[in-house]
C-alpha cells in the first residue's frame, strides 16, 4: 500500500528525472506499456494519487522527472498483474483485490533489478522512505520472510517463473480466475 502522495515528491527516493529512463524504457516496452514523460509541474492524467505519482491510461504510463521510480515500477506492476478486461478499459484506477496488489509490490522489487541505477536493495528503502506499510514493520522483512503468497499469485498467473525470475509475461486470466488454496488473500499492512 501506499502513503498518500499529495506531498512533494521526497528528495530521498530515486525520481525518474535522475536516470536514464532508457533502462526503463526497455523495460515496460517488454510487457507492451509505453513510458511517456512529461514536463515538469505539468499534471500527470490517470494518475491515481495524483502528481508526482505515475499514472496508467491505456497501455501507457505517464511520469515525470520528479515522480519516484518506486511509483513507476508500482503502476507498470499494476498493468503487468491486471486482467486483460481491466487493462482493456485501464484509466487511473487499475483495480485488484489485495491479493493482486501482494503480486504488484512483489514484483516492483522484482523488477527494479533491470534498472542499472535502482535496484532491489534501493527499490525496498524507498518503499519505505516513501511509507508503504508492512505487517512485519519494512519492505525488506516482507520481501523476505512474508511474501510467499504473493510470489505463489505471480507463479500461478506466469508472470514469475518457478526460480522466482520474472518470464516477461503479463497476467492472461480473466478476473473470474482464482488462485489455488495456497495463496491466500492476507493484506501486506
Known amino acids: 500500500m501506499m502513503a498518500d502522495a499529495s506531498k512533494a515528491a521526497d528528495p530521498a527516493v530515486l525520481c525518474l528525472g535522475e536516470i ?9 516496452a517488454g510487457y507492451g506499456l509505453r513510458l511517456d514523460i512529461l514536463p515538469a509541474a505539468s499534471s500527470i492524467p490517470g494518475s491515481f494519487w495524483g502528481a508526482p505519482e505515475a499514472g496508467l491510461v491505456g497501455d501507457r504510463l505517464l ?18 498483474c ?7 478499459i485501464l484509466d487511473t484506477d487499475a483495480g485488484g483485490d489485495h491479493a493482486e496488489e501482494n503480486g ?32 512485519l514493520g519494512s519492505a525488506r522483512r516482507w520481501f523476505e520472510q512474508d511474501a510467499m503468497d504473493a510470489a505463489a499469485w505471480l507463479r500461478h498467473y506466469g508472470i514469475i517463473d518457478a526460480a522466482g525470475r520474472p518470464t516477461g509475461a503479463r497476467r492472461e486470466a480473466p478476473d473470474r480466475e482464482e488462485p489455488s ?6 493484506t501486506i499492512g
Request: proline letters at 7%.
Open 20 to 28: 536514464d529512463p532508457a533502462a526503463v524504457r526497455r523495460l515496460l
Open 181 to 186: 488454496s495456497e495463496n491466500t488473500n492476507k
Open 82 to 88: 491486471m486482467s486483460p478486461q481491466r487493462r482493456a
Open 104 to 135: 504488484v509490490c512483489y514484483l516492483q522489487v522484482l523488477l527494479a533489478d533491470a534498472i542499472p541505477e535502482l535496484g532491489r536493495a534501493r527499490m525496498l528503502a524507498d518503499m519505505d522512505r516513501w511509507g508503504y506499510s508492512f505487517r
Open 63 to 80: 511520469a515525470r522527472p520528479d515522480t519516484p521510480l518506486h511509483s513507476v515500477l508500482h503502476e507498470a506492476c499494476h498493468y503487468i
